[in-house]
């Protein structure tokens, strides 16, 4: 489970609930929820779960 996502420079750092570092992605943190991190790299937003598996995508001007 997803406990806080935190941007840090160019970087998102996604921890879980006890404060372990889970991963982390270059972009752009645009939103988290328990499941879900949403990252934003140049026009798309990159959906990764708490393995920092990509699940999903979507163009966003």
């Not at 997803?2 to 270059?26: C, M, P, W």
């Not at 934003?40 to 779960?49: A, E, F, G, L, P």
Request: proline share 0%; charged share 20%; hydrophobic share 25%.
């Amino acid at each position: 489970m997803i406990g806080t996502a935190i941007q840090r420079g160019n970087y998102v750092y996604v921890y879980d609930e006890k404060n372990h570092q889970l991963y982390s992605q270059f972009g752009e943190l645009y939103g988290f929820t328990g499941s879900t991190v949403s990252i934003k790299r140049n026009n798309y937003v990159y959906m990764y779960d708490e393995k920092g598996r990509q699940t999903g995508s979507h163009y966003c001007k």
